[in-house]
């Protein structure tokens, strides 16, 4: 596993995350040996159905609980691993996936401020009732209110603009020929962010749901496949969906993804932190 951690300054984190088809490969072979000891075929004696058969009955059912538990695992590995503590629910979008493919996603998360704790023995201090304004606490949750954010697909014939979201799948080609990892289903970017590949998301401004975007780019120097760093590549993109942000309702349910039971255990939680 490979991860680089974007924006390293603030709160606002962005991990990319790159796990070998190798790796992929491994967890399947587990879960395929898994099932062979209690999946019952006709004409197989129990425990003995060829792998391709259980890859043609139950591949893409197994792929998807495999893929699931990959990313439980990766994520809070790549979280644990670089020492981020997220305020939330971390965000996770998937840009190449597959079966016999890498994979590669980022993870957007809000971190918690690092307080560090020091020895009070030897200092002297006057003891102090403080009382926190309710303001100063809903100031607080409003803000972080902003970091989490919800999108919402907009109406056919809206154009894309930075800070929408747009959904699509991509065929690249370097030279007019396919190369490893030239394909993406569903890759999704937040436009004005530049987290896919430098420049890569300025050129998707202006489309629209069912527009064809081709899109010039140069790999960048650290591409996992480093025959191919540095190289001009054309992106040819479906576009699938344009979104666009929609204010978050601060109210239980916000808290309670936040980690809280409800809204006002949460101010309260705020209260203590400022």
């Known amino acids: 596993m490979k991860v680089t951690v974007e924006n390293k300054k603030g709160l606002n984190k962005d991990l990319k995350v790159f796990i070998d088809k190798k790796t992929i490969s491994t967890y399947m072979d587990d879960k395929y040996e898994e099932i062979k000891k209690t999946v019952v075929i006709k004409g197989f004696r129990p425990g003995k159905v060829p792998k391709d058969i259980l890859k043609k009955q139950f591949g893409k059912a197994i792929f998807g609980e495999v893929l699931d538990k990959i990313l439980k695992d990766t994520s809070t590995r790549a979280l644990d691993e670089n020492k981020i503590k997220p305020a939330g629910q971390p965000k996770i979008d998937l840009k190449t996936f597959g079966e016999d493919k890498d994979l590669e996603y980022v993870i957007s998360v809000t971190e918690l401020p690092k307080v560090e704790i020091k020895s009070v023995e030897n200092i002297k201090f006057n003891e102090y009732n403080v009382k926190i304004d309710a303001l100063e606490t809903d100031k607080r949750i409003k803000?972080?209110?902003?970091?989490?954010?919800?999108?919402?697909?907009?109406?056919?014939?809206?154009?894309?603009?930075?800070?929408?979201?747009?959904?699509?799948?991509?065929?690249?080609?370097?030279?007019?020929?396919?190369?490893?990892?030239?394909?993406?289903?569903?890759?999704?970017?937040?436009?004005?962010?530049?987290?896919?590949?430098?420049?890569?998301?300025?050129q998707l401004i202006g489309v629209k749901k069912n527009d064809e975007k081709i899109v010039d780019v140069i790999l960048p120097e650290n591409y996992p496949q480093k025959e191919f760093a540095n190289k001009k590549?054309?992106?040819?993109?479906?576009?699938?969906?344009?979104?666009?942000?929609?204010?978050?309702?601060?109210?239980?349910?916000?808290?309670?993804?936040?980690?809280?039971?409800?809204?006002?255990?949460?101010?309260?939680?705020?209260?203590?932190?400022?």
Do not use: P, R
């Not at 209110?145 to 919402?152: A, L, M, Y």
């Open 233 to 274: 590549a054309k992106f040819n993109c479906k576009i699938l969906a344009v979104k666009k942000t929609e204010e978050v309702k601060i109210n239980d349910d916000f808290a309670k993804n936040l980690g809280a039971k409800d809204l006002n255990d949460l101010k309260i939680l705020i209260s203590k932190q400022i």
């Open 143 to 202: 803000e972080i209110s902003k970091n989490q954010k919800n999108f919402k697909e907009v109406t056919d014939d809206i154009k894309s603009s930075e800070g929408n979201l747009v959904a699509f799948d991509y065929k690249a080609t370097i030279d007019g020929k396919d190369f490893k990892g030239s394909e993406g289903k569903n890759t999704q970017l937040e436009l004005g962010k530049d987290l896919f590949i430098k420049g890569f998301d300025k």
